[in-house]
């Protein structure tokens, strides 16, 4: 069963314009990662968010935790074409040690 | 620092054929887990290894799936004998399990179709 579900399934915007993408999750967590893959490639971790934690930041990422509304979402800012990508979030059950679920994922496509 | 590998890239076996998977983590990783990820869609864990112990195979189709981890390094992953449905990418992810490390580097994956 999946415990986090991204919105939306597919964005299209254009080079320069900033992205965001939501993830909404039913259980409580410890943990909420985000992962970037790229076509025809495996996983690459992008972020973690510890329940204890609101926002973090890395780059051009920016990650918000909301436990309350049991959500976080993913900003890319001044997005570029090498942002294409599909985005996932992955969250945990509650124990460290379980394992960590992924969403279907929000499909990103920027254009040049 | 070498990533997680996995071979082959692709493969393509006929129904009923019987198909291995080999993944070798990053060095020191104690936890291995393998994906099945279907077109669209996010990765489903089948099995997880810490160490060369399975502590969560409740998703592996028994029936026809078996994993093996023997000295807690690779791993191989099989399906006896593959269906249609088996067509997918397998993805092998490692991490060093611990109190806050529970990133997973993930392999590029293998492609299987099953014709």
């Known amino acids: 069963s999946q415990q986090g579900e991204e919105d939306p399934q597919a964005l299209s915007i254009q080079e320069g314009e900033n992205a965001t993408m939501n993830c909404s999750y039913k259980?409580?967590?410890?943990?909420l990662q985000w992962y970037r893959q790229n076509s025809g490639r495996g996983l690459v971790h992008l972020i973690l968010?510890?329940?204890?934690?609101r926002e973090k930041h890395s780059g051009r990422l920016r990650v918000t935790l909301d436990t309350s509304k049991k959500s976080s979402s993913l900003l890319i800012t001044a997005s570029r074409a090498a942002d294409t990508a599909s985005y996932f979030c992955?969250?945990?059950?509650?124990?460290?040690?379980?394992?960590?679920?992924f969403g279907p994922g929000t499909r990103l496509s920027v254009l040049p | 620092e070498a990533g997680v590998v996995q071979s082959p890239r692709y493969k393509i076996i006929e129904k009923k054929q019987p198909v291995a998977f080999w993944c070798n983590p990053i060095?020191?990783?104690?936890?291995l887990y393998w994906y099945r990820q279907n077109l669209g869609q996010g990765p489903e864990l089948l099995i997880r290894?810490?160490?060369?112990?399975?502590?969560?195979d409740s998703q592996l189709p028994k029936d026809r799936f078996s994993a093996e981890r023997l000295k807690g390094v690779d791993s191989t992953l099989k399906i006896q004998p593959a269906e249609l449905g088996d067509s997918a990418v397998y993805l092998c992810?490692?991490?060093?399990?611990?109190?806050?490390?529970?990133?997973?580097?993930f392999g590029p994956g293998t492609r299987l179709l099953v014709l």
């Open positions: 968010i510890r329940s204890n934690e």
């Open positions: 060095s020191g990783h104690n936890t």
């Open positions: 992955a969250t945990d059950a509650g124990n460290y040690g379980q394992n960590f679920v």
């Open positions: 259980t409580s967590i410890n943990n």
């Open positions: 992810a490692s991490s060093l399990v611990g109190a806050y490390q529970e990133t997973q580097y």
């Open positions: 290894y810490e160490n060369e112990e399975a502590v969560d």
